[in-house]
């Protein structure tokens, strides 16, 4: 019997010696030693009532069992109210994962320690706060409002990102982008600004070129040609000098168009910035739904786990009411068998060894009750913990789709507001570009209808001059006739006259030349003009025009001045009016098929 009784407890000490490292060793120990002293001394009481039972003396016997088993009732008590498990871990997270099936490991799942990261957002909003600062936000198109809007979205970011766990670094890198093509399209030159000085001297070099035509109109009522001359010379140079400040002005608006330029696919950033934060945000979406399923599966083991905690302890009071039964039963029969000791002492002693087992029974089953408590306490407070975590988990991935979102917002506000920027740059820029032909095709007149003037009068020149060499040439013939000595007059004359006709033709290559180079510069503005609906009378015609109208006022002249020539001036007076008829029935020609006259 002792020796059953050792190997019982030999037994019972070797299931319960475990181990973990979340709990003391050394009061789980002594947390076993004390629940082995209890069933030892329980079942130590147990066979010495087994011993009493075979005792020759029955009335003593009787009565030391009954003192007996009274304090077998408060030892048996004791065993139920004291025997203690709650030290040994007999369930952790992994057994719950495994059990309950779940997804989500906790180095996956946020923690209430964890610090949330956003100083790069706090970086955002100073980078914000200085465009707010940049002078060129309201040029053109403002840029106030949408910043305004950007530090708001960014500040109740912020706030939300502080009542997290959210690591905010990578969504404050998707609008780094679009902030800093936001700084440069604020920073696109001022064509206003840029054109201003230009401006003035263009200013400047007109108010020079009516200086120039006042002198050249006094020279020339007061008979000075050769100031007059020289005017018409100073204002071809001015105007040329006006030609290449518009060059000037082309080349601001191509250098501002330029800068301008990269703006135009802005909503490449924005389908860049939409695809990363749709990244986070679908993301954040699966986490959220792994998270939902966990806690759906940990909603369902909590309800299982309940039933089953509220069987076994339905379960355990029945199997203890039936064991009371039994005892009282037990103790009934054994008080019978004491009046028929005699008879029945084999029966007694069989008795006594059921209530023996049953007691060994009920502690063994008393133990897997009380571990069976603590496993679902532990289970209860594993599963809150985790718990927790899972909703923290949901709460932050709602939180970092509406920050997200938010974030996205900004972003395309701002795209907004480049692309408006940048397509009403380019507008002014067209405009602009428009009105600087029409002002090219004013300072292009001018100087042509002048160029036009002296390769006029410098042929004039040397049709005179051509009278002049035959009228000199028979001169010098008449006096070669008859030996005169005035013939090297006439030889020196004429050979005067061919070097300044030499010199004035010279002249007048050099203006032809200096003509048809500004006729070439030209030729883009005219392209410019005519393909923006633009109607003009091309100064080519105009020349044309004055000079049928200078050649008709110089044959009125002339017929004043001499009857001798009436067929002749008859003669020319027919040809300009064919001319004319001619300009007025035949449509206008380009600029390279163009007749001078």
Request: hydrophobic content about 35%.
């Amino acid at each position: 019997s002792t020796q059953s009784t050792w190997g019982l407890l030999s037994r019972t000490l070797q299931v319960f010696i475990m181990t973990d490292s979340e709990v003391t060793l050394e009061a789980a120990r002594k947390q076993k030693i004390h629940n082995l002293k209890l069933k030892t001394a329980c079942l130590e009481n147990e066979e010495y009532i087994q011993e009493l039972h075979v005792s020759d003396w029955s009335e003593n016997q009787k009565q030391k069992l009954v003192g007996a088993h009274d304090k077998a009732a408060e030892l048996l008590l004791s065993v139920e109210v004291g025997t203690k498990w709650n030290l040994t871990q007999a369930y952790d997270l992994a057994k719950l994962m495994r059990v309950c099936g779940l997804e989500m490991s906790q180095r996956e799942l946020y923690k209430p320690e964890d610090k949330p990261q956003f100083m790069d957002v706090i970086g955002m909003k100073k980078t914000l706060q200085e465009l707010k600062q940049n002078r060129n936000k309201t040029r053109i198109v403002s840029f106030t409002g949408m910043i305004d809007n950007a530090v708001n979205k960014v500040e109740k970011v912020e706030e939300e990102l502080r009542r997290s766990q959210l690591d905010a670094t990578q969504l404050a890198q998707v609008p780094v982008s679009t902030l800093k093509q936001t700084e440069d399209i604020m920073n696109v030159t001022n064509i206003q600004t840029a054109l201003s000085s230009t401006e003035e001297q263009i200013k400047t070099l007109l108010t020079q070129i009516e200086k120039t035509n006042e002198i050249q109109n006094v020279a020339m009522s007061d008979g000075e040609m050769q100031v007059a001359e020289e005017q018409m010379y100073c204002k071809v140079k001015l105007q040329e000098e006006l030609i290449e400040k518009i060059h000037e002005k082309f080349r601001i608006i191509q250098k501002v168009e330029e800068e301008n330029s990269p703006f135009k696919k802005i909503y490449e950033t924005q389908k860049k910035a939409n695809q990363e934060t749709s990244q986070m945000k679908d993301a954040k979406r699966r986490l959220k739904q792994r998270c939902e399923t966990d806690l759906k599966h940990i909603h369902d083991a909590i309800q299982k786990a309940d039933l089953e905690d509220a069987e076994a302890m339905k379960r355990f009071a029945s199997q203890k009411d039936k064991s009371e039964r039994f005892l009282r039963d037990n103790l009934e029969k054994q008080d019978d068998c004491w009046r028929k000791i005699q008879d029945l002492e084999r029966q007694l002693q069989k008795l006594g060894t059921e209530r023996f087992e049953e007691v060994k029974r009920r502690i063994e089953e008393n133990d897997r009750e009380e571990k069976r408590k603590v496993e679902y306490q532990q289970f209860l407070e594993v599963v809150s913990q985790h718990k927790k975590l899972l909703e923290l988990t949901v709460y932050n991935c709602d939180l970092a789709i509406r920050v997200t979102g938010l974030v996205e917002e900004m972003v395309a506000e701002a795209c907004s507001a480049i692309k408006a920027r940048h397509d009403r740059t380019g507008q002014d820029l067209a405009e602009l570009r428009v009105d600087v032909h029409k002002e090219y095709l004013e300072f292009f007149r001018m100087l042509y209808l002048t160029l036009g003037n002296l390769i006029y009068k410098k042929e004039k020149k040397i049709e005179e001059l051509d009278r002049n060499i035959r009228t000199t040439h028979i001169q010098l013939e008449f006096c070669i006739e008859t030996f005169d000595p005035n013939a090297k007059k006439f030889s020196d004359a004429k050979k005067q006259l061919y070097l300044v006709r030499a010199e004035v033709e010279q002249e007048l290559g050099k203006l032809k030349e200096s003509q048809a180079k500004a006729q070439e510069e030209f030729q883009p503005t005219e392209d410019a003009l005519v393909a923006a609906g633009i109607e003009f009378h091309h100064p080519a015609d105009e020349q044309n025009e004055e000079v049928l109208q200078r050649r008709s006022k110089m044959l009125e002249y002339r017929t004043h001045l001499s009857k001798d020539d009436d067929v002749k001036i008859a003669a020319e007076r027919e040809e300009v009016k064919r001319a004319k008829a001619i300009r007025a029935s035949s449509k206008p020609l380009s600029i390279g098929q163009r007749n001078d006259y």
